[in-house]
T-cell receptor
Framework: GAGVSQTPSNKVTEKGKYVELRCDPI?????LYWYRQSLGQGPEFLIY????????DSGLPNDRFFAVRPEGSVSTLKIQRTERGDSAVYLC?????????????FGPGTRLTVT | TQLLEQSPQFLSIQEGENLTVYCNSS?????LQWYRQEPGEGPVLLVT?????EVKKLKRLTFQFGDARKDSSLHITAAQPGDTGLYLC??????????????FGRGTQLTVWP
C-alpha cells in the first residue's frame, strides 16, 4: 500500500502567522508520531498518538504547538504565532503496533520556512 | 540533550573501502533502529535490533547491538556511491511514560566517491 504522505511538501509563512501541517499515515497503522528536524540534526520527537489520543506530548516545545488526530487516522500539526525558530522539516511517522520493537515509517516531511 | 551520540559526524571515502559508524549512549534502549535519509526525503528504516549482542546483516551492511543495549555499530563492506546518505541511529524508549518515542542521534553523513 501507499506510504506515509505529508502535505504540503513546502510551506513558507510570515512570522506570527498560523500554519497547519497534515499527515496521512499508512493504512491500518494505529500509532502516529510527529518529529522536527533542524538542519544538521537528527529528528526530535514532538508528539505520539495511539489511536485518537495523544499518548505522549512531552516533546511539544511550547503551547503554540498543538496536534490532533480526531478519527485515529489523519493527523494535523498546528502551529500558532509562528516564529523564525520554528523553521525546520516536520516529519510524520506511523507504526503498526505500540508493542516492541518500534519500527516507524516516515513520510517525506514538510519543510516549514518562517520569514 | 542528545541521548545518542554518533561518530563520526562526517565520513568521505572512496568506492570499495570499508567503514564503521558508531552509535553510543549511557541509556539502555528496548530496541535500536538504523535509518538512512537522503536529501528532501524522510528517513528510511534499514534494520531493527532488539537483543543485546544481536548481529544483523543486510547485504554489505552489518549491524550490531551492544551486549548492554546501550550502543550499536553499522559496518559497510566495499562501499559504493549508492551508499551515500545520512545514517541515523534511533533508540526506542523502554519507560512506560515515553513508550513509542524514538531518540535519534545527529547522524553520520557518508559520501562515497567513485
Amino acid at each position: 500500500g501507499a506510504g506515509v504522505s505529508q502535505t504540503p511538501s513546502n510551506k513558507v509563512t510570515e512570522k506570527g502567522k498560523y500554519v497547519e501541517l497534515r499527515c496521512d499515515p499508512i493504512s491500518g497503522h494505529t500509532a502516529l508520531y510527529w518529529y522536527r528536524q533542524s538542519l544538521g540534526q537528527g529528528p526530535e520527537f514532538l508528539i505520539y498518538f495511539q489511536g485518537t489520543g495523544a499518548a505522549d506530548d512531552s516533546g511539544l516545545p511550547n503551547d503554540r504547538f498543538f496536534a490532533v488526530r480526531p478519527e485515529g487516522s489523519v493527523s494535523t500539526l498546528k502551529i500558532q504565532r509562528t516564529e523564525r525558530g520554528d523553521s525546520a522539516v516536520y516529519l510524520c511517522a506511523s507504526s503498526s503496533s505500540a508493542g516492541l520493537p518500534y519500527e516507524q515509517y516516515f513520510g517525506p516531511g514538510t519543510r516549514l520556512t518562517v520569514t | 540533550t542528545q541521548l545518542l551520540e554518533q561518530s563520526p559526524q562526517f565520513l568521505s571515502i572512496q568506492e570499495g573501502e570499508n567503514l564503521t559508524v558508531y552509535c553510543n549512549s549511557s541509556s539502555v534502549f528496548s530496541s535500536l533502529q538504523w535509518y538512512r535519509q537522503e536529501p528532501g526525503e524522510g528517513p528510511v528504516l534499514l534494520v531493527t535490533v532488539v537483543t543485546g549482542g544481536e548481529v544483523k546483516k543486510l547485504k554489505r551492511l552489518t549491524f550490531q547491538f551492544g551486549d548492554a543495549r546501550k550502543d550499536s555499530s553499522l559496518h559497510i563492506t566495499a562501499a559504493q556511491p549508492g551508499d551515500t546518505g545520512l545514517y541515523l541511529c534511533a533508540g526506542a524508549s523502554r519507560r512506560g511514560s515515553t513508550l513509542g518515542r524514538l531518540y535519534f542521534g545527529r547522524g553520520t553523513q557518508l559520501t562515497v566517491w567513485p
